[in-house]
């Protein structure tokens, strides 16, 4: 059986695309999408990848969305003071043994986001 060979990109509207570009790229140093050649994408670096279908009702995250971006972080608190400093407001979570440390937060438009740093292996 063939299959996908990790998560290729996620693509979601936006009220101001090139406003919530820049935020992320400033904030969260994920590269804008390429308008050249020349230019290369966000290059994640190799590690645990979850896809998880969350049930309707869920309280996880936010019920007037219907996702959530996961980013792997190396250590959150330093990116929680990072992000802290900025003036953006974080929500440090419980830690979940074996698994590693959470925070939420959300993008200027109110995207859910979460923050891991798995346990190391």
Known sequence: MEKVLGFGGFFFRSGDAQSLA???NDHL???PVPTDAESLPWMAEGGPTVFAPFAADTDYFPADKSFMLNFRVADLEAMMRQLDKAG???????DMPGIGKF???SDLEGNAIELWEP???
């Open 29 to 31: 140093g994920i590269d």
């Open 22 to 24: 820049k935020w992320y």
């Open 119 to 121: 346990v190391a292996p």
């Open 103 to 105: 925070a939420h937060l």
């Open 88 to 94: 953006i407001a974080v929500k440090r979570l419980d």
